[in-house]
């Protein structure tokens, strides 16, 4: 993995142990299958949300889509937390949820939106605003600016690469698994990831 991505994933969530990951998931799901579903939904953002947006920018590479794509993933979770089986993470599972709504985004732009809104109480209970870093400005300006130079490079990789690209250095999904999620095999996603290590290095280094 490339270390250009030390600086390019701030707002990780903060450490668990396994034992109270597995808590907090098992509390969400119930709470969501015992009706309580802004309660449920409103600890899943609160966990998860900077991540899952994070994520819809760089698949998408645009910054100002990402905010509807989050609304739609979470849709996505809200509908589908009944059938969450438990045979993955729980942001696992989620991260699938918000590729798939991020590779369909751009085809579903200009269209009606199927699926019905959050309700008002539920949007208002997920929607979260997401933290910023409170880093000294003097002393983070180089981090930032080499997360810039990154996030950059992201946008200029074609999005087959950038998907695959993302998938596996920044969410650490294995080469199988983005290969069944983009309905391909394991040996065009493992050229892909070639190819997008070093076109995003390339560009980076030429900044």
Same mark, same amino acid.
């Given at each position: /993995?490339? &270390?250009?991505?030390?600086? $390019?994933?701030?707002?990780?969530?903060?450490?668990?142990?396994?034992?109270?990951?597995?808590? /907090?998931?098992?509390?969400?799901?119930?709470?969501?299958?015992?009706?309580?579903?802004?309660?449920?939904?409103?600890?899943?953002?609160?966990?998860?949300?900077?991540?899952?947006?994070?994520?819809?920018?760089?698949?998408?590479?645009?910054?100002?889509?990402?905010? &509807? $794509?989050?609304?739609?993933?979470?849709?996505?979770?809200?509908?589908?937390?009944?059938?969450?089986?438990?045979?993955?993470?729980?942001?696992?599972?989620? *991260?699938?949820?918000?590729?798939?709504? *991020?590779?369909?985004?751009?085809?579903?732009?200009?269209?009606?939106?199927?699926?019905?809104?959050?309700?008002?109480?539920?949007?208002?209970?997920?929607?979260?605003?997401?933290?910023?870093?409170?880093?000294? @400005?003097?002393?983070? *300006?180089?981090?930032?600016?080499?997360?810039?130079?990154?996030?950059?490079?992201?946008?200029?990789? @074609?999005?087959?690469?950038? $998907?695959?690209?993302?998938?596996? &250095?920044?969410? &650490? /999904?294995?080469?199988?698994?983005?290969?069944?999620?983009?309905?391909?095999?394991?040996?065009?996603?493992?050229?892909?990831?070639?190819?997008?290590?070093?076109?995003?290095?390339?560009?980076?280094?030429?900044?």
């Amino acid at each position: /993995m490339l &270390d250009l991505y030390s600086h $390019a994933t701030p707002n990780r969530r903060k450490a668990s142990t396994k034992s109270e990951e597995k808590l /907090m998931e098992t509390e969400i799901v119930r709470l969501h299958r015992e009706g309580e579903r802004a309660e449920s939904l409103r600890r899943f953002a609160e966990e998860y949300q900077a991540r899952l947006l994070a994520l819809a920018r760089r698949l998408l590479g645009n910054h100002e889509d990402a905010p &509807d $794509a989050l609304q739609e993933i979470l849709i996505q979770v809200d509908q589908s937390l009944p059938k969450f089986t438990g045979e993955s993470s729980l942001y696992t599972w989620a *991260c699938r949820l918000a590729t798939n709504v *991020c590779l369909n985004y751009q085809r579903k732009l200009g269209r009606t939106n199927s699926n019905a809104p959050l309700d008002e109480a539920v949007r208002d209970a997920i929607l979260l605003p997401v933290a910023r870093s409170d880093d000294n @400005p003097d002393t983070s *300006c180089r981090s930032r600016f080499r997360q810039h130079l990154v996030e950059q490079a992201l946008l200029k990789l @074609p999005e087959t690469q950038r $998907a695959v690209l993302v998938l596996s &250095d920044l969410e &650490d /999904m294995a080469a199988a698994e983005i290969a069944e999620l983009l309905q391909t095999n394991v040996n065009v996603v493992k050229s892909r990831l070639h190819r997008a290590r070093a076109n995003l290095k390339r560009t980076v280094e030429k900044e």
